[in-house]
């Protein structure tokens, strides 16, 4: 469908409905609407529905939400976020291979320090984006070329922080109109993972794969993968009960079943992956907080809140809000994430003074989590037509994440 962008959204949705089987009336009775009026979205005679729609019915056609607005349509600018001013140097450095290991290569323990400071730096940085874009090119190049000059266990240890690296990349490319390479360096971290034979190499690279594969629709390989690793990760954590990363990383790669269930819209499936993930988390110490998924005690009731309201539960959703002070999350833009659900979750029970609030305190918390975050952009676009007391807060907001002039 890149291919295609002159398609409207009317003719994009009966494509893909067409391609799924459905007549109109079965999609229309899967979203709770009639025939006719998935006759007059087609025929572009209605605009594109609102995000919650949007969502139920990529849901029943097993597409991404994306695939369903494309280029052209008005919302499409709010699904996907600007472009950052980095990302043409950072694609330049997923684009670019290391091809001769005659450049000097600096010391493994060096790029571990640089990897774990940028990690760090992403966490509590509000323009977390802008600071990775400024890390990334010489992060990249330089695991590159490690990867390229050690030889044997030397080269393990330089192809899992490779791997790292690119996942780290995956994180600043989210949200962007750069689907390509968010594919490109999710493939070759897991590749480089494998490469290495490190378990937890392994166990990250592939929660990354998961949320490439869950993002697209993919839904079954985002499962198939996720459930796929847990079984071979299992086994590894029984043998080393004390390695508290390893059972993070599987712990949160248990969640990232729920989140791909949760959206596929299988309830009791979601909520049985969470249950895992919850058992695992609470075999944590208190304060441990895995650097690269946030996985932890306390991120459990945020994950409750994005499996309720994939489910389109938005009162469960609300309801599990209440459990977490987001302050708990330490993560400034997992902590905005969070927010950015509860806002979904409130805006879904028609609560825009709640959800535009929500979205404020996101603001407060990663700016730039919010400017790019397809799900904020549009609430924040849609409340601009709310309830007149709501409408100078929403259009507050949308002058800073960039929505109007």
Known sequence: MDSMPELTFGQRLKLYRERSGKTRAVLGGLVGRSAEWVKALENDRLLPPRVHMLDRIARALKVDVSALVGELCDRSAVVNGPEHPALASVRDAVNRFALSSEAAAQPLPQIRERLTAAWRARHEASDHRTVLGALLPDLLRDAQCAALAYEGDDRRRAQALLAETLGLAQMFLAYQPAAELIWRAADRSMVAAQESGDPEAMARAGWFLCQVHRDTGDWDTAMRTAVELISSLQTRTNEEPTNVNLLALVGALNFEAAYVAARAGEEGRAWRYWDRADAIAQRLPVRFHQPQTSFSRAIMAAHAVTVAVELQKSG???????????????????????????ARGHYGKGDSAAAVRSLRQAYDSAPETVRFNGYARQITLDLLDGPRSTRDEARDLALKVGLVC
């Open 316 to 342: 469960e959703a609300v309801r599990q809000a209440k459990r977490l002070d987001p302050a708990a999350i330490p993560s400034r833009p997992r902590r905005a994430r969070h927010l950015v659900e509860v």
